[in-house]
C-alpha cells in the first residue's frame, strides 16, 4: 500500500472532473480504493428502501468517494491548491515525519 498526501480533516480542492475548483473537508478516506469522500462534493441522489434511521425511505442526497488524485490539498497560507511534501523534524529528541506545502513551505497540520 502507498502512502497518501491526504488525511481526514484536511481541506482540499478538486482539480479534475466534473466538480473542478470545488473546495470542501475530507470526512473518510478509504486507503484500499485510493478514494476520499469531500463533504459537499460529489453529491449523488441514493434511493433507499424504509429503515429505521428513515422510516419514510425515499430518495437521499448524499457524498459519493472521489479518487484522490483528483484532489489537491489547499495551502494554508494562500487558499490554493498545492503539491505536499514530507520532511523530517526533530523536537524534543524525537525524529518525525511533517507534511508541508510545496508552494510556501508552510507545515501542515
Known amino acids: ?32 480504493q485510493q478514494r476520499a469522500i469531500v463533504d459537499g462534493v460529489n453529491i ?3 434511493h433507499t428502501k424504509p429503515n429505521a434511521e428513515n422510516p419514510q425511505g425515499g430518495i437521499v442526497k448524499q457524498e459519493a468517494p472521489i479518487h484522490i488524485s483528483n484532489l489537491m490539498l489547499i ?10 511534501g514530507r520532511k ?3 523536537t ?7 507534511r508541508f506545502a510545496k508552494k510556501s513551505g508552510e507545515e501542515i497540520k
Request: proline share 2%; hydrophobic share 35%; glycine share 12%.
Open 75 to 84: 495551502d494554508p497560507k494562500s487558499g490554493e491548491g498545492t503539491r505536499v
Open 92 to 98: 524534543d529528541g524525537k525524529k518525525h515525519l511533517v
Open 44 to 46: 449523488i441522489s441514493k
Open 1 to 32: 500500500m502507498t502512502k497518501l498526501h491526504i488525511k481526514k480533516g484536511d481541506q482540499v480542492v478538486v482539480i479534475a472532473g466534473n466538480h473542478k475548483g470545488e473546495k470542501g473537508e475530507v470526512l473518510k478516506v478509504i486507503v484500499d
Open 88 to 90: 523530517e523534524v526533530e
